[in-house]
């Protein structure tokens, strides 16, 4: 999809008019409020957005670098996309009323989790983790503005997100929020390489002129197997995680990023979806053949070609998919005496497929023969 102005794709001024009008007014709160409305100690500075629904922009918040993401315009509903069907209208904040008690919030919030996250024992912690982030004044009880600002921001996918994954390295950190605006860790490099063919010649380029100038402008070889470790573990941690089970549905190096240490961060959480997501997108969903069965970019499942309808396992599980990555990013400069090997792990790697409850334990097995075979290589050396 092409947009006609840079004014329609980024609106960062609009957002920010509409948050604090809704701030003035009393009906938003959050940690970063009084900074963006009042103090001007939060600015918006360059436009990230790739879509007009979903604002990003780079920004300042008292000096120190940050993400702002704006959802004004968005609320997530299950499509054929992480990123599908954004709904166009504002956000009213109409959730929770007035005179809701917090034992009833929490209830509401409990319920919202266990539809959108499966029901997983661990739950009871992430509300707690919920209010603490709701809770500006820190006086251990919500207001009304609190509570709708928290509300408004879980119907957005990846925020959703961002506090699921919140205890995990390899996921930008939460800094702050006003309403359903909210701010995150700048992450250094925003894709594996560190320079790419600009996006409207890349579908010109054939894939091999486009992995040269990958490989022109892409880490040190021992840098590189850091970064693989990170996104290795990143994946460990998604695969029947504290919340549940995620997959990434746009595996795609423009989605994987890494800061100053090279340590790996996924840039993108839109990108990212829940098995409940899902499974709710294929229940009942009717197909002639296996790409019918698509979520996102790459979440595909099996087609019952007899009922015509799709099963509800994905069949190609995160660790695969990484590896095909990996297989590119990590065979170029590769020292000599590794190639080898790495080469069979990775081909091992990228064959794993079904249930990924079937083959936990080779799952596992896969994934801790390839860090340890890269961790060995690295570990003695400056890069480590």
């Given at each position: 999809m092409h947009y006609s102005s840079y004014s329609e794709l980024c609106r960062g001024h609009i957002c920010q008019v509409i948050v604090c009008d809704q701030y003035n007014k009393g009906i938003i709160s959050g940690s970063a409020c009084k900074d963006l409305c009042e103090d001007h100690t939060l600015v918006f500075q360059q436009c990230l957005s790739s879509s007009p629904t979903h604002q990003v922009y780079s920004g300042l918040w008292k000096e120190k670098?940050?993400?702002?993401?704006?959802?004004?315009?968005?609320?997530l509903k299950v499509d054929s996309s992480p990123e599908a069907a954004p709904r166009r209208d504002v956000v009213l904040f109409d959730k929770p009323t007035r005179?809701?008690?917090?034992?009833?919030?929490?209830?509401?919030?409990?319920?919202f989790l266990k539809s959108n996250l499966g029901d997983q024992p661990s739950l009871g912690a992430l509300v707690?983790?919920?209010?603490?982030?709701?809770?500006?004044?820190?006086?251990?009880?919500?207001?009304?503005?609190?509570?709708?600002?928290?509300?408004?921001?879980?119907q957005r996918n990846d925020f959703l997100l961002t506090l699921s994954l919140h205890e995990k390295e390899h996921t930008p950190k939460l800094l702050g929020h006003c309403g359903d605006l909210y701010l995150t860790e700048k992450i250094t490099h925003t894709s594996f390489y560190t320079i790419d063919a600009p996006p409207f010649l890349?579908?010109?380029?054939?894939?091999?002129?486009?992995?040269?100038i990958h490989q022109w402008f892409s880490p040190a070889w021992p840098r590189r197997a850091k970064i693989a470790i990170g996104l290795l573990e990143f994946v460990e941690e998604i695969f029947h995680g504290t919340y549940g089970n995620f997959y990434i549905c746009e595996t795609g190096f423009r989605n994987m990023g890494y800061?100053?240490?090279?340590d790996f961060k996924i840039v993108d959480l839109r990108k990212v979806a829940t098995e409940m997501t899902i499974q709710q997108f294929l229940?009942?969903?009717?197909?002639?053949q296996n790409?019918?069965?698509?979520?996102?970019?790459?979440?595909?499942a099996p087609c019952d070609k007899l009922m015509k309808l799709c099963k509800s396992d994905v069949v190609q599980p995160n660790l695969a998919k990484v590896c095909g990555l990996l297989q590119e990013f990590l065979l170029h400069g590769v020292p000599p005496d590794l190639r080898e090997e790495l080469?069979?792990?990775?081909?091992?790697?990228?064959?794993?497929?079904?249930?990924?409850?079937?083959?936990?334990?080779?799952?596992s097995l896969v994934l801790n023969s390839l860090k340890t075979l890269l961790w060995k290589k690295i570990s003695d050396t400056k890069y480590s």
């Open positions: 670098e940050v993400i702002i993401k704006c959802g004004v315009s968005e609320a005179g809701t008690s917090m034992d009833e919030f929490r209830d509401m919030l409990l319920n707690n983790k919920i209010i603490t982030v709701a809770d500006v004044s820190q006086d251990s009880k919500l207001s009304l503005a609190e509570a709708k600002s928290i509300w408004a921001l879980l890349q579908p010109l380029l054939p894939s091999a002129i486009q992995r040269t800061n100053k240490k090279y229940k009942g969903r009717h197909c002639e790409t019918d069965c698509t979520f996102g970019k790459d979440c595909m080469e069979k792990q990775l081909k091992t790697c990228m064959t794993l497929s079904g249930l990924a409850s079937q083959m936990e334990v080779h799952h």
